[in-house]
């Protein structure tokens, strides 16, 4: 502010032979080079306002933006964080598919073996029972065999003996066959 009165006072001192110039004496200056003065220095004194205002203005967005950079880094440290978690349990959660994954071919396996196992055992208990079929009906089939050879034994017996004995033999021959054949069928039943 200095140097601008300054320049008005340098003003002052320029020789008035026909050029323009400043009368710094308030007193002997008319009123329109009172009011030029007046409107330069309202003028420069709204500069200087402004400037103020104006270096207020940019402070304060100054502020604002270093406010909305410290939000911006909080946000971002923030977000890494939460990056971060969320990495950790993509990585427990991969960590657990694979073991559910392991795990499963495992129980296939396990089940696969337990399958085949119960398959041979079934297997073998088929085997055992057509094994014991088989005794069952050969032990049946040689039952009928030796009943029908005893049977023809008995009739060629009785044929031979009804050839060669009298009556009263005969009686008592027969007797006795039927109390063996009697014993017999209990034995085989």
């Known amino acids: 502010m200095k140097n601008v009165t300054d320049s008005f006072v340098s003003l002052g001192h320029w020789p008035s032979a026909g050029s323009f110039g400043f009368n710094t ?3 002997a200056t008319n009123p ?10 309202i003028f420069f004194g709204k500069g200087v306002y402004n400037l103020l205002s104006l270096s207020d203005l940019l402070d304060n ?7 909305t950079i410290r939000n911006s880094e909080e946000l971002r440290g923030g977000a890494i964080e939460q990056l971060e978690k969320a990495r950790a349990r993509l990585r427990k959660v991969e960590i657990e598919a694979e073991q559910f994954r392991v795990n499963g071919y495992s129980e296939i396996e396990q089940e ?3 399958l085949i196992n119960s398959t041979y055992k079934t297997l073998e208990q088929l085997e055992n029972y057509k094994n014991e079929t088989i005794h069952f009906e050969q032990q049946r089939a040689i039952n009928q065999v030796r009943q029908r050879i005893f049977q023809q034994a008995l009739q060629g017996a009785l044929g031979t003996l009804n050839s060669c004995l009298n009556n009263e033999l005969h009686l008592r021959t027969i007797s006795a066959n039927i109390g063996m054949f009697g014993a017999m069928k209990e034995i085989t039943d």
């Not at 329109?32 to 220095?41: A, E, F, P, R, T």
């Not at 967005?61 to 406010?67: D, E, H, P």
């Open 25 to 27: 004496d308030i007193l």
């Open 32 to 41: 329109i080079n009172l009011s030029v003065v007046l409107g330069v220095l």
């Open 61 to 67: 967005r100054k502020q604002r933006i270093l406010n």
């Open 112 to 114: 696969k073996l337990n």
